[in-house]
């Protein structure tokens, strides 16, 4: 591993009472960056009561900068610009805009994929005071309608693919009642991004902005129900990922390497914000070709510092090889979903980094983090971050228990958290105490970590009340060397009766044969190890086991549990080999 040099930070000319107070804050994490206990202990959440990131902090940091802020990488090129060029661009951008009538208040959809222009427009969008809608370019055309509905989306920014595309023309695209901007070749009835490079005014803001003022909307991964509509105000987002920003370890002058389309809420997370707080360039691989030699390519090229990946990423880039390259991490970290041994063990080796799992969600900013220095451990979520107060609950109640949901108490609320959702139907009722519960669960260590456990929603009993954690299971199938990837879900049990068993969906590693062999060997793996219940101390075994292809995945990259629970109850595609008598696996095998 190597270093980079360290570079000062910026200090603008006359800085506003916001800029002050939030640099304020975040010098306090670059302080105590390896400090962990201190800098929760000491940090305090700046409340500015107007703050606009873009024009009170960005501005001020890019003014006279030259110093690289974005490295975007395509199999086409490569493109860089400067901290000083993003905030001259994104003034023209919101100049523009204004002009084409984009207002504050209104919500602009953006269908783009990693390019300049996602970056440009965002600054701008915040400038102006109106509203990001990041959607994901792999939508069909009913998820893009009903996303455009139910966000109220006023104007629209896409690729020309898209704008183009003839499956969009009878949707809600082409009924947007504003500003329809493609980036691209052109397209009838779509303005051009390259109109804004004529632009001459010079952008005046439309007065100081209330920091609890919306400022964007992101949709969930829907990975368990229907994706809900999560609003983030000039807070909650931007301050509130000086919490990510602790938790990846970034320094000024550092180089970040995040993977991440610009539809997921991680994008902004790390990719704008998080890096962007700590004065560091950001690296992004045009997810479209997010190929594994790609991704290691960007890597070594841009000498990046840090990376952030969800696990289906780590675990292509460790298939793809990673010795014999010349990396210069000193940080990488992983979300999404719980990591496994042998991605943590496979990097090390290679490389000299620890992979460090966070918890974050759409609906709040980095919560718990495995932080730099920490051990490494692949199941553990780490510790609260700086400025967030966690307590584990029973479901339904306010009684801290052990082993609960992941809650948080609004009494000390954390700027990280969401507005609100805005769609009515999501909004959940109330919870006792008014706690922001998260829907996970996870467990309490004796040394004050926490063990995530999984989703509320995708922990079941079977029918002798053993509760099941997938996430456990999937765990131990990940444990044997046939297994590339699984996910377990609750199907009904064969002997009906309403109750429920754990089916897993694996996906082999090359060189395993899709049989009852390996069928045999993986159940017998899995329900031999004698896993208990954390609570009742009965053993929690396998059910059923059927190959697959793929898995289904959400365009975040975790996996698509609902969907697995409804081709669970489908008989088309199950198909039922029963183990060989006196088998020891203990379970029935289903092959696709």
């Known amino acids: 591993m190597s270093s980079r040099t360290h570079f000062e930070t910026v200090s603008p000319s006359a800085p506003t009472e916001a800029h002050q107070e939030f640099r304020a804050a975040r010098d306090v994490l670059l302080r105590y960056a390896h400090d962990q206990a201190h800098a929760h202990e000491v940090f305090r959440w700046p409340r500015p009561k107007h703050f606009n990131w873009a024009l009170d902090w960005f501005d001020p940091v890019a003014r006279d900068n030259d110093r690289p802020a974005l490295w975007v990488i395509t199999p086409d090129g490569d493109r860089q610009v400067s901290f000083a060029y993003l905030g001259r661009r994104s003034d023209q951008v919101a100049g523009w805009l204004r002009a084409r009538g984009v207002r504050r208040g209104d919500r602009v959809a953006l269908l783009l994929d990693n390019g300049v222009e996602v970056w440009e427009l965002l600054l701008a969008l915040m400038k102006l005071r109106a509203v990001a809608v990041p959607l994901f370019t792999t939508l069909g055309p009913e998820e893009v309608d009903d996303r455009l509905r139910r966000a109220t989306v006023r104007h629209v920014v896409a690729t020309s693919a898209i704008a183009a595309a003839p499956a969009f023309r009878d949707t809600a695209l082409s009924a947007v009642p504003g500003l329809r901007v493609q980036v691209g070749g052109p397209v009838d009835g779509w303005q051009p991004w390259t109109d804004a490079d004529r632009f001459t005014d010079a952008f005046v803001p439309e007065g100081p902005t209330p920091a609890d003022e919306l400022m964007c909307c992101f949709f969930t991964s829907g990975s368990t129900a229907r994706p809900k509509l999560v609003g983030h105000t000039h807070t909650s987002y931007p301050i509130g990922h000086l919490s990510g920003m602790f938790w990846a370890g970034l320094k000024p002058g550092d180089t970040h390497l995040n993977i991440s389309s610009p539809g997921w809420a991680k994008h902004p997370w790390s990719s704008l914000f998080a890096p962007w707080n700590a004065e560091a360039q950001v690296v992004s691989v045009d997810t479209r070709h997010a190929d594994p030699d790609l991704v290691l390519e960007a890597l070594e090229r841009t000498a990046a510092t840090s990376v952030c990946a969800p696990p289906s990423i780590w675990r292509r880039l460790v298939a793809a090889g990673l010795t014999g390259r010349r990396i210069a991490l000193r940080e990488a970290m992983s979300v999404g979903e719980p990591l496994t041994d042998d991605i943590v063990d496979a990097v090390r080796a290679a ?242």
């Open 351 to 592: 490389w000299g980094v620890v992979v460090r799992n966070g918890y974050g969600q759409s609906e709040v900013t980095a919560v718990l983090g495995v932080a730099p220095g920490g051990r490494a451990d692949p199941t553990s979520l780490g510790r609260p971050l700086p400025g967030y107060r966690v307590v584990l609950c029973a479901p339904d109640t306010t009684t801290p228990v052990r082993e609960g949901e992941i809650c948080l108490d609004p009494a000390d609320r954390p700027a990280g958290l969401m507005h609100g959702y805005l769609d009515p139907v999501d909004t959940p009722p109330a919870g006792p105490g008014a706690l922001y519960r998260t829907g996970d669960l996870a467990r309490r260590e004796s040394d004050g970590t926490f063990t995530f456990v999984g989703r509320l929603k995708d922990v079941f009993h079977t029918a002798d009340g053993v509760r099941v954690a997938p996430a456990e299971l999937e765990r131990r199938l990940l444990g044997h060397p046939a297994v590339a990837e699984a996910a377990v879900v609750p199907v009904p049990a064969q002997d009906g009766g309403g109750a429920s068993e754990a089916k897993a969906y694996v996906l082999l590693a090359d060189g395993w044969n899709a049989g009852a062999v390996t069928a045999e060997a993986v159940l017998g793996h899995v329900n031999g190890e004698n896993g208990e219940n954390g609570k009742s101390g009965e053993a929690v075994r396998l059910a059923v086991l059927e190959f697959v292809d793929e898995l289904p995945r959400t365009e975040s990259g975790k996996i698509f549990r609902d969907r697995l629970r409804r081709f669970a109850r489908s008989p088309l595609v199950e198909f039922t080999a029963p183990a060989p008598t006196g088998s020891p696996a203990g379970g029935r095998i289903r092959e696709a």
